[in-house]
């Protein structure tokens, strides 16, 4: 069984920064392309950013240049440095990869950022 467990979200003001981290078992995570995505209230979910296992990353337009992706095979952890955060940054993040045939979503962490 393949299991994403996401931490670090929580309440912080425009223009400060959170860590998420996205915690896996079950898959050799070393060989896995790992995505964060977030859906906020009324919206649909979309895709953060993502990083492939050779390190390349890829990031929304909206998050490029704020967001970090990066990862640590050692831990087989997946994180997301998220800074100078903005009110429409608020969603749930979700933690994502493709693994034995099926989409694997982690239950998520909620971002709040209050202006």
């Known amino acids: 069984q393949v299991y994403l467990v996401e931490s670090g979200g929580g309440l912080v003001q425009a223009g400060g920064s959170l860590r998420l981290s996205c915690a896996t078992s079950?898959?050799?995570?070393?060989?896995?392309?790992m995505n964060w995505h977030r859906q906020a209230p009324g919206k649909q979910r979309e895709l953060v950013a993502r990083?492939?296992?050779?390190?390349?990353?890829e990031y929304a337009d909206v998050v490029a240049g704020r967001f970090t992706i990066s990862r640590n095979n050692a831990r087989s952890t997946v994180y997301l440095q998220m800074n100078d955060l903005k009110p429409e940054d608020t969603a749930v993040y979700y933690c994502?990869?493709?693994?034995?045939?099926?989409?694997?979503w982690g239950r998520g962490t909620q971002v709040t950022v209050s202006s």
């Open positions: 994502y990869t493709y693994a034995r045939g099926s989409d694997v």
């Open positions: 079950g898959i050799n995570f070393k060989i896995y392309t």
């Open positions: 990083i492939e296992s050779g390190g390349n990353t």
